[in-house]
């Protein structure tokens, strides 16, 4: 959770690196995405502040640009869930339950939901350098270990807590041992 400027410049300098760019500043008129996590690390930034006037007009400003972009790409991402370098690979339809928790270098495609199930206080724990393939579906209450891989199109409905698994599947089971997130 960023609690701090420096927390601030880490997430973002992570981000940055995870998305694959080298310049300090997005392009004009590109880097959609990673002006979307911007906005979301500075949404997050000004959400856990508690002090002040400024500071409640920041975090509503920075929350209307979070949203207007979420908007524009298809992406759902709410504060405070993804650890610091968040890869999103491309924009369209991306929805993350808020009462997720994703670790640090989660890498991520297009049409992947993690969300509830039937309860509506338990959501998905994803671990550190996790790799999910595109239109992947997580949900409830499940654990999924550091260094995993899940495939594309599967449906993960119960926990993979064991590190450097590839699982995929509807259900989803391990479909590879000792080989997960390929892109670590």
């Not at 998305?19 to 990673?34: M, S, V």
């Not at 906005?39 to 997050?44: G, I, S």
């Not at 610091?84 to 369209?92: A, R, S, T």
């Not at 199109?153 to 089971?173: E, H, L, M, Q």
């Amino acid at each position: 959770m960023i609690q701090t400027r420096q927390d601030l410049r880490e997430y973002l300098e992570a981000d940055r690196r995870a998305l694959g760019i080298t310049r300090k500043r997005p392009a004009f008129l590109k880097d959609e995405i990673w002006r979307y996590e911007i906005a979301l690390r500075y949404r997050e930034y000004y959400t856990n502040q508690k002090r002040g006037l400024l500071n409640r007009v920041m975090k509503a400003f920075w929350a209307l640009v979070h949203h207007r972009k979420s908007v524009q790409l298809g992406l759902q991402v709410p504060p405070n869930v993804c650890g610091p370098g968040l890869c999103i690979n491309h924009y369209g339809l991306l929805v993350i339950s808020h009462r997720a928790k994703i670790g640090k270098n989660f890498n991520v495609h297009q049409g992947v939901n993690i969300g509830i199930n039937i309860d509506p206080d338990r959501a998905p724990q994803i671990g550190d350098d996790v790799f999910i393939g595109p239109g992947a579906k997580l949900y409830g209450d499940i654990v999924i270990g550091d260094h995993v891989a899940v495939s594309a199109g599967s449906v993960v409905n119960r926990s993979f807590p064991d590190p450097d698994v590839t699982i995929g599947g509807v259900p989803a089971r391990v479909i590879h041992e000792q080989r997960g997130n390929p892109f670590v």
